[in-house]
Nanobody, 123 residues
Framework: QVQLVESGGGLVQAGGSLRLSCAGS????????MGWFRQAPGKDREFVAA??????AYADSVKGRFTISRDNAKNTVYLQMNSLKPEDTAVYYC??????????????????WGRGTQVTVSS
């Protein structure tokens, strides 16, 4: 059974940092694109960042503050979030594609999803 499990969320003050982790199991994800999305209350799910091999992509709203990385030996992808803002408050979801494909900001391109981890940034 393929699973993605996020961890590392929590409550942090504005300007602080958090590191999210997404551990995959049931198959290896080293050759496919993986991404992070987020959904704030009352809003649609939005793209945050994605990675395939060493290629990365970011939403404009997080460029320069967030960094996505992966450890293939651990089948894990990370999201380092710095200079957090109250508007970053959301549930953060990890996602992965089933097959090799391009980096994509579209949630529909991803086949596997985690259950999410809450990130709350206080002002």
């Amino acid at each position: 059974q393929v699973q993605l499990v996020e961890s590392g969320g929590g409550l942090v003050q504005a300007g602080g940092s958090l590191r999210l982790s997404c551990a995959g199991s049931g198959r290896t994800f080293s050759s496919v694109a993986m991404g992070w999305f987020r959904q704030a209350p009352g809003k649609d799910r939005e793209f945050v960042a994605a990675i395939r091999w060493s290629d990365t992509a970011y939403a404009d709203s997080v460029k320069g503050r967030f960094t996505i990385s992966r450890d293939n030996a651990k089948n894990t992808v990370y999201l380092q979030m710095n200079s957090l803002k109250p508007e970053d408050t959301a549930v953060y979801y990890c996602a992965a594609r089933r097959t090799i494909g391009a980096l994509s900001p579209n949630a529909g391109a991803y086949d596997y999803w985690g259950r999410g981890t809450q990130v709350t940034v206080s002002s």
